[in-house]
């Protein structure tokens, strides 16, 4: 009995130990619970560390979180000594007991902490003794925290603190999990407001429960009047057979769908809209309810729609010109090709597409066609020319060429379009006319030139008619002879006169009409023209006078025969009209 009596006293001591741990423990769990069931968020974390040290009989509680990319510094959340909360502060975790808890369950310490770690200068400020840490972890187990004590003394019960702040753990664990939730909805709160969509949330028989701002602008409804309608009131014309082929089985099918149709505002007009649907799943995975994101497409629509109505216009105008529109990639090779060109070149569209740009000129132009296209490939402009080209048929044709480089929305070349004009029958004509030309010009010029000869030919015996004609007057003596006389002599100058004008329209054709000037006695001048004319005004009794001013100088340097065939012709059209 003896013998066994000390190992019994050892083992009832031992139990009683526990006993009282075990009560200590309830007993700090009750106070620290009581103290922080009724909080939450911050004041839920203050209470915590504040009870914590006033439960446990310790001088420091700290509650942080871990924080940089690297998790290697903690902030405290709160950080509580004797009935005070402190400031917060933040430090590295490297070289303090802290560092276990990235790894361990725990950090225990009774005594000596600061010997352990000497680096840790918060230790040193607190003249901490002792320390007991137990690590946060999230619903993925991974650490994101810690939950600390520090005493200026050794401590007697570090396991008793450890448990306490176990369970304490966890129920920060939970707080901060709640918060985490919180701010992430509450995120997701401000992005959903904050979208340049409209956000709404219907339940599985598509009746709306949540609409969001962008919902009430889009559609001129406000969130109270939106909620309870149902998703099919936004339609313009909710047709059964067409919202369940449309929505609902392919939302079924695949678990999301978007869809352009068009969509009603509560004031009745409509608007072209892009509408995606996803099913609102719960945390089992059952579909609870459906999400809807629209928004307006109205002017991408119009945009759209004048952009094809542009393209049908530019196909319309590409097939009906009489220009040939060719469309080149940057390897010279034909990717386009209009019903123009097929007409100029004989080409159909099918056999020629893919084949290069050498096949439709000369051997000799190969040459200078890939350089063309290698100035315009590096953008150095447009390119227009005029070559011989062949045909399907081997016919040469001449065909003008405007070029010029293709670019796409980035400003990179991605091709060459050319313009082609066949003047083969132009170029033709215009020969033609300028042979044509040259032979009536020829004409004119021999004509002009037997004019020219003939008139100096005949000018040359009338001047010896008129001559002879004054020789004869000085003779006779007769009134009947001079009468006669000076018939000769008029009609003589009438044929010279004639035969003048005759002359100097084909000087003036030949353009051979020189003027030589020459001082001229005016009042002489006017003297010949004055007997020239006066028979032929005699003739219809009309008088002929001139009259020569007194003050005016008599000698002027002129063109003697230009001036008075111009007066000859004045007066004799003068006598003629009279």
């Avoid at 060109?341 to 132009?365: N, S």
Wanted: aromatic residues 6%.
């Amino acid at each position: 009995y003896l013998v066994y009596l000390p190992h019994t006293l050892i083992r009832l001591v031992d139990h009683e130990r526990a006993h009282s741990a075990r009560i200590s423990v309830e007993q700090a769990l009750k106070r620290v619970s009581v103290a922080v069931n009724a909080s939450s968020g911050r004041a839920f974390f203050h209470d915590l560390t504040r009870n914590i040290v006033d439960a446990l009989n310790v001088d420091y509680a700290i509650m942080g979180e871990l924080i940089g990319n690297a998790k290697d510094r903690i902030r405290s959340v709160s950080y509580a000594h004797e009935d005070r909360i402190l400031s917060n502060v933040e430090y590295t975790i490297t070289d303090t007991p802290c560092e276990f808890l990235l790894n361990q369950p725990s950090s225990v310490f009774p005594e000596g902490v600061r010997k352990f770690f000497p680096k840790d200068k918060h230790l040193q400020e607190i003249n901490a003794e002792a320390y007991v840490g137990v690590p946060l972890r999230d619903n993925k187990n991974k650490t994101t925290g810690l939950l600390c004590v520090m005493h200026s003394k050794p401590l007697a019960k570090p396991d008793i603190i450890l448990s306490v702040l176990k369970i304490m753990a966890a129920r920060a664990e939970m707080e901060l999990e709640r918060e985490r939730t919180e701010a992430a909805l509450r995120r997701q709160a401000r992005i959903v407001e904050q979208l340049g969509e409209a956000v709404i949330g219907a339940d599985i028989e598509g009746n709306i429960k949540s609409w969001n701002r962008q919902a009430e602008s889009l559609f001129d409804c406000s969130e109270k009047d939106a909620v309870g309608k149902r998703l099919t009131d936004l339609l313009p014309d909710p047709d059964d057979d067409f919202v369940n082929r449309h929505f609902v089985e392919p939302l079924l099918i695949h678990g999301n769908h978007f869809i352009e149709t068009r969509l009603k505002r509560i004031s009745g007009s409509t608007f072209h809209a892009h509408l995606s649907l996803s099913q609102e799943k719960n945390n089992r995975g059952e579909v609870v309810g459906i999400i809807a994101c629209c928004r307006d497409i109205s002017t991408r629509v119009h945009a759209e729609k004048q952009r094809r109505e542009a393209q049908q216009r530019l196909k319309f105008h590409v097939h009906r010109t009489p220009l040939a529109c060719i469309e080149w990639d940057l390897n010279a090779r034909i990717v386009a090709w209009n019903a123009s060109a097929e007409r100029i070149f004989g080409y159909k569209e099918a056999e020629i597409l893919g084949q290069p740009a050498t096949l439709l000129v000369e051997p000799k132009m190969h040459d200078k066609i890939k350089e063309i296209f290698e100035q315009l490939a590096h953008g150095e402009g447009g390119y227009s020319s005029t070559n011989d080209n062949v045909r399907s048929d081997g016919e040469l044709i001449t065909c003008e060429w405007y070029n010029t480089p293709l670019k796409n929305e980035a400003g990179e070349i991605v091709g060459v379009a050319s313009l082609v004009n066949d003047i083969t029958d132009r170029i033709r004509y215009e020969k033609e006319l300028k042979a044509s030309k040259d032979a009536a010009d020829a004409a004119n010029r021999s004509k002009d030139d037997f004019l020219a000869v003939m008139s100096h030919e005949i000018r040359t015996p009338m001047n010896s008619i008129i001559g002879f004609a004054d020789l004869l007057r000085e003779q006779a003596t007769d009134e009947d002879q001079l009468e006669t006389i000076e018939i000769i002599k008029s009609n003589g100058y009438a044929l010279l006169e004639l035969i003048n004008n005759v002359l100097n329209y084909s000087r003036l054709d030949s353009g051979l009409v020189t003027l030589e000037k020459r001082d001229t006695d005016i009042e002489l001048l006017l003297n010949e023209v004055d007997e020239a004319m006066r028979v032929d005004a005699e003739h219809k009794n009309l008088k002929l006078n001139y009259e020569f001013e007194d003050d005016l100088p008599r000698v002027f340097r002129t063109d003697y025969l230009e001036l008075r065939q111009i007066l000859l012709n004045l007066v004799g059209n003068a006598i003629k009209f009279t």
